[in-house]
């Protein structure tokens, strides 16, 4: 059974619009929610995180909104730029960042 | 130190074979972890290490798996007896010690198991 859903396998964006990445997962007791980037041939690379006893935390294009109730978090991108496209992992943890659970990814594409 | 590096990039190997990959962590990160992805998944989580203590092993670390970190720095994981359901991206990541800190993820090694 899958703790972290990323329902959608891929998602298309003009370049300039906003991307918008969901997440979902079942595991009440996560408390700690990070967002990994992944190019092709490379590692997953840090983006940004947020902890619960917050519902948002930006940083620059990037902000992160957490809805603890309905066990959702989403990834906002604005403005989507081209060098954006790559596949988003939500990854979360119920031990203070320690160890992390990973969904199956997003694969976005920012259109020129 | 430009990050977690990981050896080899690429190995193919014939079924039966014995592996073995290497990980250099970030040198000041006392943490290490090995993940496996396949395609069209997200790592999922083998063993983690702190200093040379592995605390944690996943059910999906079969006994063919071995993992160490003799000196609480680099880690290698060695897969005996090869299987292609072994065939997968292999990610070796570190991070410092305590509580909501991100992993640094090396590049991975894709293993073909023919």
């Known amino acids: 059974d899958q703790q972290v859903k990323q329902n959608s396998p891929s998602l298309s964006v003009q370049e300039g619009r906003i991307s918008i990445l969901n997440c979902d997962y079942t595991?009440?007791?996560?408390?700690?929610?990070?967002?990994?980037?992944?190019?092709?041939?490379?590692?997953?690379?840090?983006?940004?995180?947020?902890?619960?006893?917050?519902?948002?935390n930006e940083d620059g294009r990037f902000t992160v909104f957490l809805n603890k109730s309905a066990k959702h978090l989403s990834l906002h991108i604005v403005p989507s730029q081209p060098g954006d496209s790559a596949v988003y992992f939500c990854a979360a943890s119920g031990d203070y960042g320690q160890n992390f659970v990973f969904g199956p990814g997003t694969r976005l594409s920012v259109l020129p | 130190d430009t990050g977690v590096s990981q050896d080899p990039r690429h190995k193919i190997t014939k079924r039966g074979q014995n592996v073995t990959f290497r990980c250099d962590p970030?040198?000041?990160?006392?943490?290490?972890?090995?993940?496996?992805?396949?395609?069209?998944?997200?790592?999922?989580?083998?063993?983690?290490?702190?200093?040379?203590?592995?605390?944690?092993?996943?059910?999906?670390?079969?006994d063919r798996f071995s993992a160490e970190r003799p000196k609480g720095?680099?880690?290698?994981?060695?897969?005996?007896?090869?299987?292609?359901?072994?065939?997968?991206?292999?990610?070796c990541a570190s991070s410092l010690e305590g509580t909501y800190n991100e992993q640094f993820f090396g590049p991975g090694t894709r293993l073909t198991v023919l």
């Open chain 2, 73 to 91: 720095s680099f880690s290698t994981l060695e897969i005996q007896r090869t299987e292609q359901g072994d065939s997968a991206m292999y990610l």
């Open chain 2, 26 to 62: 970030i040198s000041e990160h006392n943490r290490l972890y090995w993940y496996r992805q396949t395609l069209g998944q997200g790592p999922e989580f083998l063993t983690y290490f702190q200093n040379e203590a592995q605390l944690e092993k996943s059910r999906l670390l079969s």
């Open chain 1, 27 to 56: 595991n009440s007791m996560f408390d700690y929610f990070l967002w990994y980037k992944k190019y092709p041939a490379e590692g997953p690379t840090f983006l940004i995180s947020i902890s619960s006893i917050k519902d948002k």
